[in-house]
C-alpha cells in the first residue's frame, strides 16, 4: 500500500499470508536489514524509488521461505550489490526447495539461475527443457529473418535434450 510506511507494508505482507503475529516479529528485523533502506523504513512507500519498492518487495517474499516464488523482472532494479544479495538468497531458496518461477529478459541470468525454461509464443507452450538450450534455440530464432517455425525449434531442442542426456550418461 502505497499510504502505508515500509514497515507498514512489511506487517501487512505477513497479515495478509496468515503469518503469525510472533513469527512475522522474528521475521521484521531480516527483512528490514536485507532492504537496506535505512529510515525509509518509517516513510510511506509512496516516497519510495522503484528500486527501494521492488528492495521491500523482494526481502519480505522472500524472507518467509515460500514453497513457489513468482519473480518478474523484479531484480531489473537496484544496485549490483543488492543484486547479487538477492540472487545468492534465491540459490538458496532453490537449493531449500523452492520453486522459482523467474521471468526475464537476462539471457545470461535465466541460464545460470534456472535449470528449465518454458518458452512461449502468443501464449501457448512451444519449448520446454534445460535453461541452456532453450535460450540457445530462443536466440538463434531472433536471428532467424524469417523466423523458425515451431516445429523445427522442438525438433532441435529433442535433439539437444538427447545429445546432453547421452553426454551425461
Known amino acids: 500500500n502505497p499510504e502505508f510506511t515500509g514497515l507498514e507494508n512489511i506487517q501487512f505482507y505477513g497479515m495478509t499470508h496468515n503469518i503469525p503475529g510472533k513469527k512475522m516479529n522474528e521475521l521484521v528485523d531480516d527483512i528490514i536489514e536485507f532492504t537496506n533502506i535505512g529510515d525509509f523504513i518509517h516513510q510511506p512507500v509512496k516516497t519510495y ?11 519480505a517474499a522472500t524472507a518467509v521461505k515460500p514453497e513457489v516464488l513468482i519473480l518478474d523482472e523484479v531484480l531489473s532494479v537496484g544496485d549490483a550489490q543488492f543484486k547479487r544479495k538477492s540472487y545468492a538468497r534465491m540459490e538458496k531458496l532453490i537449493e531449500g526447495g523452492t520453486t522459482v518461477l523467474f521471468v526475464s529478459h537476462s539471457h545470461a541470468k535465466i541460464v545460470s ?3 528449465r525454461v518454458l518458452m512461449l509464443q502468443d501464449g501457448r507452450l512451444i519449448l520446454d527443457g534445460s535453461s541452456r538450450n532453450v535460450v540457445k534455440l530462443y536466440l538463434k530464432s531472433l ?3 524469417d523466423g523458425i517455425p515451431v516445429e523445427d525449434l522442438q525438433r532441435a531442442l529433442t535433439t539437444l535434450e538427447t545429445r546432453d542426456k547421452q553426454e551425461r550418461e
Open 49 to 59: 524509488s522503484t528500486g527501494m519498492r521492488a528492495r521491500l518487495a523482494f526481502a
Open 113 to 115: 539461475i534456472c535449470s
Open 143 to 145: 536471428d532467424s529473418k
